[in-house]
């Protein structure tokens, strides 16, 4: 039977069953307190609370239980020990309406609370950035390497939609004190880290400036703008990466007259140590006649994070990346065993080496 509409948050809670509306009012309560800008509202026939940092719906299920929606993976890994008595299953927490509510726990993840915890570390790391800040490059090509002949994915129909991201464009080109390029820095709590990734790998290919990056940006949102805003709070798949490559693919194109060139060579290969995937990988990137390579790889826990390899050498793998992943790591730091992945001590970082793409700029 559908749900029938309502018109209010009071209204939906009345409807419900008496055991279930202390429980509603209490947590819509608790996301109150720590969301007192939020909106309130009925959106998809359930309480709402929307804000800029996303939206935050509360339901009550029938079955003994209410739930939160959103709970993103970086919610859910940030609360990993207060989740453990509840049932977190597709973005949703499920809450008993047997046990007490879990007052803190709900002001602690909803979407106002992480903005306030997160200003003041965000106000810091400007400051950071800013005092290091060098003079800008100008818009220059960059010497890139030579032809290779990847198979990419076919290209995909591109909705022209301009996407103004809930995050903002966190550009923060500088240069370091040794020369080199400074990624593009992700938003705090955001999920665009595939979007930041492709960015940020086009930056060492062509050697882009805060304006070029800003233009590549918002091509890629433009190319997936049918995933979005679900891509702002939940990111995305090896699927809307390869939407990503094709957009940067056909950006690179126009622009610097030259494609980007893109695979997926280990999508359907079988690789049985980290050693060995790095000693592949330190093969795929070495230079060839002054060219540039760079690879994007996929995270599992306790990351679930798209980052950029700079490259490899001894054993240790050097990064690119605009979230707070280590420059470098020892190979040593990841693992593919899924049951050895975690935050635990004696648990490692899941390398996820079937989502490993390889990208090269052809010689102009």
């Given at each position: 039977m559908a749900k029938p509409d309502f018109g209010s948050v009071d209204a939906y809670i009345a409807a419900q069953p008496e055991t279930a509306q202390e429980a509603l009012q209490c947590v819509r309560r608790a996301i109150r307190k720590a969301a007192p800008g939020a909106e309130e509202g009925i959106s998809y026939k359930m309480p709402a609370y929307t804000?800029?940092?996303?939206?935050?719906?509360?339901?009550?299920?029938?079955?003994?239980?209410?739930?939160?929606?959103?709970?993103?993976?970086?919610?859910?890994?940030?609360?990993?020990?207060?989740?453990?008595?509840?049932?977190?299953?597709?973005?949703?927490?499920?809450?008993?309406?047997?046990?007490?509510?879990?007052?803190?726990?709900?002001?602690?993840?909803?979407?106002?609370?992480?903005?306030?915890?997160?200003?003041?570390?965000?106000?810091?790391?400007?400051?950071?950035?800013?005092?290091?800040?060098?003079?800008?490059?100008?818009?220059?090509?960059?010497?890139?390497?030579?032809?290779?002949?990847?198979?990419?994915?076919?290209?995909?129909?591109?909705?022209?939609?301009?996407?103004?991201?809930?995050?903002?464009?966190?550009?923060?080109?500088?240069?370091?004190?040794?020369?080199?390029?400074?990624?593009?820095?992700?938003?705090?709590?955001?999920?665009?880290?595939?979007?930041?990734?492709?960015?940020?790998?086009?930056?060492?290919?062509?050697?882009?400036?805060?304006?070029?990056?800003?233009?590549?940006?918002?091509?890629?949102?433009?190319?997936?703008?049918d995933l979005f805003p679900k891509i702002v709070y939940d990111g995305t798949e090896v699927v809307g990466v390869r939407r990503l490559l094709d957009a940067a693919s056909e950006w690179t194109a126009r622009i610097h007259k030259c494609e980007l060139i893109w695979s997926q060579p280990l999508f359907r290969e079988k690789i049985a140590t980290v050693d060995e995937y790095f000693a592949w990988l330190r093969s795929e990137l070495r230079p060839v006649d002054g060219g540039r390579r760079t690879a994007i790889i996929g995270l599992g826990k306790p990351w679930e994070h798209w980052t950029v390899v700079r490259g490899v050498?001894?054993?240790?793998?050097?990064?690119?990346?605009?979230?707070?992943?280590?420059?470098?790591?020892?190979?040593?730091?990841?693992?593919?065993?899924?049951?050895?992945?975690?935050?635990g001590k004696n648990q490692k970082t899941l390398l996820m080496y079937h989502q490993t793409f390889v990208l090269a700029a052809p010689r102009r």
């Open positions: 804000l800029p940092d996303g939206p935050f719906s509360i339901s009550q299920g029938g079955d003994g239980h209410y739930s939160l929606y959103p709970a993103t993976d970086r919610v859910v890994a940030a609360f990993q020990d207060d989740l453990a008595a509840y049932t977190v299953d597709k973005a949703t927490i499920r809450f008993p309406l047997s046990q007490p509510v879990p007052i803190k726990l709900i002001e602690n993840a909803s979407p106002g609370y992480v903005r306030k915890k997160s200003a003041s570390a965000r106000k810091r790391r400007r400051a950071r950035q800013k005092s290091k800040r060098g003079r800008v490059q100008r818009d220059r090509p960059a010497s890139v390497g030579p032809e290779r002949n990847f198979a990419g994915a076919a290209p995909l129909d591109r909705r022209a939609l301009v996407i103004a991201s809930a995050t903002g464009f966190a550009s923060r080109r500088a240069a370091r004190g040794d020369g080199r390029l400074k990624p593009e820095t992700q938003g705090h709590i955001d999920g665009l880290c595939a979007v930041y990734a492709v960015l940020n790998a086009c930056k060492l290919l062509f050697d882009h400036s805060e304006k070029m990056d800003a233009q590549l940006f918002k091509a890629l949102c433009i190319g997936i703008s050498r001894g054993g240790r793998a050097t990064y690119f990346d605009g979230w707070g992943f280590p420059d470098s790591t020892a190979f040593s730091y990841f693992t593919f065993d899924k049951n050895r992945a975690g935050e």
